[in-house]
């Protein structure tokens, strides 16, 4: 089913092992339109309303969590399936977001794993209209050297991104109790953590994001003193 909005996704994982799997990671992205170069001075254009992501696993699989956050699933006609509101669709805006799942035994080869379906609500409309929907496929193996392939760098770095703002919560949340020494710690971790996969990968985006982490290590040290 063909739509107006553009969807990509990319498994952490070349393959899976066949035996089962937990924390194997997917990357969804969605958009429409180009990503304007500078910042517009007009609002961009209203596409549709509330674009929701319906996930429906199949037999064996399972959604445990959405960035880093636990999802409860809805339960239907004996099927778990995941929604994830995605808020409005505005031309030019593209968004993500990683699922975690887990596989219980599959048989080896390309098995179908979810079917995705994409809804939103038209300008003026008032029924939710179904835009695509399409299934989504991994790769099953005994291969160990399949398995041990290290994870895909784009997917690695957006969670890794991703998971600095629930460190950043994390840490104010302790320098505003007081935990000054907890907070200071939640910081300097991660941006050691984030200084190792810049020495890894070369990737310049890790280093500018640990140094932001060091400059609110001393910068709320400062603040939140006793």
Known sequence: MNSTINVNYLWDKEAVFAKGADQVHLLVEWGCGAVPKRKAAVQPKLIGFDLQLRIIPESGVKVIHKNGSK??????????ETVLHCGHMFNGKHKHAIFVFSFD?????????????????KPLAEKRTVIRTERIYTQFTYHLGLIQLPADPRVEKLMKMDESSFVLKKALRAYEKGKRDEGNWKLRSHADMLLLLAARTGDLDYLQE?????????????TYQM
């Open 71 to 80: 999802i409860n699933p809805k339960q239907v006609a004996y099927e778990q």
């Open 105 to 121: 035994k599959h048989n080896s080869g390309k098995q179908a794993v979810a079917t995705m379906e994409w809804s939103w609500y």
């Open 210 to 222: 640990a140094e932001m982490f060091l400059g609110l290590q001393r910068q709320w040290d400062y």
